[in-house]
């Protein structure tokens, strides 16, 4: 993309002649190549063309996704580009007098900018998996296959398994992994009535500290009223298996949250959920994770 609208964009890491392979592509638009991907990207397809049609490379130059440079064709259509070619002795890319235009409204990505293709890719991806059906102040719950013990949704991002709130906070803050450190908090500040176990709409996130956390709390009018109360029966066994029984059996719409949990016993939420879990405390009893 370094030359230009008019010129070919070839994928960076592909051989000469070749076509660039991007292995999320099969997932996404159900191709891995790249010229494939860009041009479905491009037009905001969410599928790549049936088959029975290919996608013409009019600059002869395999490697390039510009999607000026890509036109829908059949099979038909491309032997004879290759003929054309072949007659002319040209076999090398070539110059395209006439590029595609743009569809109505635009490219969706302009630029053949193969690091955002790429994100945007991986944010298509992601958003595939999240139902946002309830519309933009709703709260949107996961519907992907990966589920995090606590019920959130969760997924390997760039390698690292995470919540799917937390990528959906570094998608919709234009953010890196490693911009967000792990002892930021991603709190859910869904409306009442929503579904904060669940919920991935980045209106309802807020980057915060444990701090902040429990501030939350009172806010919401869950004082942490267990302090002194527990404190005296210094969280037996029972109280323990308790939190755990209701916690592991209520449906996950009303399950409560870990930070309302933690706030209404007076413990942080990483006490709270090493109890849920039985990383501590195990011989108190009761479920530590969900019942079938
Ligand atoms: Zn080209
Ligand atoms: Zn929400």
Not at 135 to 153: A, L, N, Q, T, V
Request: with cysteine.
């Amino acid at each position: 993309m370094s030359g230009g609208p008019a010129a070919c964009w070839p994928f960076e890491g592909a051989k000469p002649g070749k076509y660039g392979l991007v292995q999320l592509g099969a997932y996404l638009v159900g191709s891995t190549a790249a010229f494939v991907v860009a041009y479905c990207l491009a037009r905001g397809l969410v599928k790549a063309p049936a088959s029975g049609h290919v996608i013409r490379h009019l600059c002869n130059n395999k490697p390039c996704c510009n999607p000026a440079h890509l036109l829908l064709g059949t099979h038909q259509e491309n032997a004879l580009d290759r003929l054309a070619a072949q007659r002319d002795g040209s076999t090398g890319p070539r110059l395209v007098d006439e590029p595609v235009p743009p569809p109505q409204g635009g490219w969706i990505i302009p630029s053949g900018d193969m690091e955002e293709l790429e994100r945007r890719a991986r944010a298509s991806e992601f958003w595939q998996r999240v139902d946002r059906s309830g519309g933009e102040d709703s709260c949107w719950p996961w519907i992907g296959r990966g589920k995090h013990k606590f019920g959130y949704g969760q997924m390997k991002w760039m390698g690292i398994p995470m919540t799917s709130h937390r990528i959906a906070y570094i998608l919709s803050n234009d953010l890196a992994p490693e911009d967000v450190s792990r002892n930021i908090h991603i709190r859910h500040r869904c409306p009442p009535g929503g579904s904060p176990n669940n919920c991935n709409n980045p209106k309802h996130l807020l980057p915060g500290t444990a701090a902040d956390n429990r501030a939350d709390c009172k806010e919401d009018g869950n004082m942490p009223m267990g302090e002194k109360h527990h404190k005296g029966r210094n969280f037996q066994d029972a109280l323990i298996r308790e939190i755990r029984e209701h916690y592991w059996t209520a449906p996950a719409e009303v399950r409560p949250t870990l930070t309302a949990l933690a706030c209404r016993h007076g413990v942080s939420i990483s006490t709270i959920s090493s109890w849920l879990t039985g990383k501590t405390r195990l011989a108190a009893g009761g479920p530590t994770s969900r019942l079938r």
